[in-house]
């Protein structure tokens, strides 16, 4: 049991980066440079936001069932 939340937390931190490097790259691209390049990250940035947020509710409830367990 332990190892699959080991296994979660790293995809929440995997998430998280890649939530970070899609923010970065949308500001970066305000400058005008590609306007379809930014619908793309934004498209992107929001399925990332979608699977880091059922993950992370996976993750609290297997946090929520392992200590009703104890």
Do not use: C, H, N, P
């Not at 970065?24 to 880091?52: E, H, N, P, R, Y």
């Amino acid at each position: 049991m332990e190892g699959e939340t080991v296994d979660k937390k790293t995809a929440i931190q995997i998430g998280l980066i890649w939530i970070g490097i899609g923010i970065i790259g949308v500001l970066m691209q305000w400058d005008g440079i590609i306007g379809l390049a930014t619908l793309g990250s934004i498209v992107l940035l929001l399925l990332l936001a979608v699977v880091f947020i059922r993950g992370f509710r996976e993750y609290i409830q297997d946090l929520l069932t392992t200590s009703k367990e104890e």
